[in-house]
């Protein structure tokens, strides 16, 4: 007999997944499981295999601290998600305590708990200009910087070589508000190293792990409004040039998206041109925030799906769109009660599940987005 403490850890790690199917409800609850996942949206009812159905692969970041501590939360990703990326445990300063240490725990949490429940795993990020450690500013120079970088990406692809379907390689480099005339982002990384570090970091982890898609990832670049629209431009041109070079497989399209605002033929256009030159499209870290709309929550959830359900029908029609992550899966953990909350301090609604954990209509949105696109022939 499994007791509780035994059960939520076995759960965690996915080892009960292959039991699923004979476990009754009775002996959950005699294990002193919390209670079942509401049924009729798991299987083939669940978003992994809608979004299977038509050759994608849905799934969520995961806050890995939860894992296998919160079980229904563990439970709920296993139901829903056939790709997972950890939400902040394979950052830069979470992962280096210290410029000579890495701390695995948690990203090897992460992937053994995908490969016990057979998910992919995007790894995500190895340069950014954020969630840099704290020692980093009194110890990176000109001097240093390069080794720094390339052991980083060595050391972090190196160790999980053919496990990861994706790594974001460089995150959100471009800023054309940031005035420079290549408009790449005043970032620590182009401060030390130039603008080189984008095709350097690239590089690194292409030797590093030669399977790995590898992803320029960004956000500011889905809606239809001028700075949109340059954003775009200058992302382009930054994708090209590392195409061009034989260093780019994807580009991931964070998609924060608005309830409110307008998404249309500047995103479509930029899906092409990408899909255009041979390269996979991810969404990577989906949710619709609502802090325009006012407080009524049946007005919010309703304009909430509609994001999802545009937002996603305009992006799936171009077939080199391969997955799309949630960042999240309930409303209970979202980023956006943290920055940019809404002005009233009501929580968010932004996610396929709520936070009871039962499916609202972004659930049922995203379904119907999977399920209205064109089969791949
Ligand atoms: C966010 C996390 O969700 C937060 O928990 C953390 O405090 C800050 O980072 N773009 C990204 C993600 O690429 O890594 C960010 O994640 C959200 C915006």
Same mark, same amino acid.
């Given at each position: 007999m499994l007791n509780r403490r035994h059960f939520v850890e076995l759960a965690g790690l996915g080892v009960l997944a292959p039991l699923a199917s004979g476990y009754t409800e009775r002996a959950r609850v005699q294990a002193g499981a919390a209670p079942a996942l #509401? /049924?009729?949206? &798991?299987? #083939? !009812?669940s978003l992994k295999a809608h979004a299977a159905a038509k050759g994608l692969s849905y799934g969520c970041a995961v806050n890995v601290g939860l894992l296998g501590r919160n079980e229904v939360y563990t439970r709920l990703i296993q139901q829903q998600a056939s790709i997972v990326v950890a939400e902040n445990s394979m950052k830069f300063g979470p992962m280096? @305590? *210290? @410029?000579?240490e890495f701390r695995w725990d948690e990203a090897d949490k992460l992937v053994a708990f995908a490969e016990a429940n057979g998910m992919k795993v995007r790894g995500? !990020?190895?340069?950014?200009?954020?969630? +840099? #450690?704290?020692? %980093?500013d009194g110890y990176a120079t000109k001097e240093n910087a390069l080794a720094l970088l390339t052991t980083h990406i060595e050391g972090v692809v190196m160790r999980y070589e053919g496990r990861i379907q994706s790594w974001d390689v460089v995150n959100e480099a471009v800023q054309p508000s940031d005035g420079r005339s290549d408009s790449l982002r005043e970032s620590p990384w182009l401060r030390l190293l130039g603008p080189d570090y984008i095709e350097l970091a690239f590089r690194t982890a292409r030797a590093a792990d030669p399977a790995a898609k590898l992803t320029y990832n960004d956000y &500011? +670049?889905?809606? /239809?409004d001028e700075a949109s629209g340059k954003k775009r431009t200058a992302v382009l041109a930054l994708v090209k040039a590392l195409h061009a070079k034989g260093l780019i497989d994807a580009v991931g399209?964070? *998609?924060?998206? *608005?309830? &409110?605002s307008e998404y249309g033929r500047g995103l479509a256009d930029f899906v092409g041109t990408v899909s255009a030159l041979g390269l996979e499209i991810y969404v990577t870290e989906m949710d619709v925030n609502d802090r325009k709309l006012g407080p009524d929550t049946a007005a919010r959830d309703e304009a909430v799906a509609a994001a999802y359900r545009e937002y996603l029908t305009l992006v799936l029609k171009n077939p080199a769109l391969k997955s799309v992550l949630t960042w999240g899966i309930t409303d209970e953990f979202t980023w956006l009660n943290g920055e940019d909350a809404r002005a009233d301090h009501l929580p968010e609604?932004?996610? @396929? %599940?709520d936070k009871e954990l039962k499916p609202v209509q972004a659930f049922f949105a995203l379904r119907d987005a999977f399920d209205r696109k064109a089969s791949a022939s």
């Open positions: #509401p /049924q009729d949206v &798991g299987g #083939p !009812n280096r @305590p *210290s @410029p000579t995500h !990020n190895l340069c950014w200009h954020r969630q +840099i #450690p704290q020692w %980093f &500011g +670049i889905e809606a /239809q399209v964070q *998609s924060h998206v *608005s309830a &409110g609604r932004c996610l @396929p %599940f």
